[in-house]
């Protein structure tokens, strides 16, 4: 069992930066992978970014090169940089981990994160 809280969400000006925070339950190196999903009303939670235990990360091209995942294993909790945000990126946003031998998704409670001047 992987228990995950997200935190940081909020709203903010378009051009702005925002740092979400996903703090694990238990150790991150026995997480396979973690990452941010983000969702709208009326459409399906799409990934943003993920990392794997090894440090390999992921991103959707929406967000390459203004968004960020990194990880704090001291902490067990991994962040999402979001800089040069877009109204687009508005959405909730969705802490999950993927854990043991057959990968089973756990998800935090959601952030919301608004984007508007």
């Known amino acids: 069992q992987v228990q995950l809280v997200e935190s940081g969400g909020g709203l903010v000006q378009p051009g702005e930066s925002l740092r979400l925070s996903c703090a694990a339950s238990?150790?991150?190196?026995?997480?396979?992978?973690m990452g941010w999903y983000r969702q709208t009303p009326g459409k399906e939670r799409e990934l943003v970014a993920s990392i794997t235990r090894g440090g390999s990360t992921n991103y959707a091209d929406s967000v390459k090169g203004r968004f960020t995942i990194s990880r704090d294993n001291a902490k067990n909790t991994v962040y999402l940089q979001m800089n040069t945000l877009k109204p687009e990126d508005t959405a909730a946003y969705y802490c999950?981990?993927?854990?043991?031998?057959?990968?089973?998704?756990?998800w935090g409670q959601g952030t919301q994160v608004t984007v508007s001047s």
């Open positions: 238990r150790n991150i190196f026995t997480i396979n992978a």
């Open positions: 999950n981990a993927q854990a043991g031998l057959y990968n089973t998704n756990y």
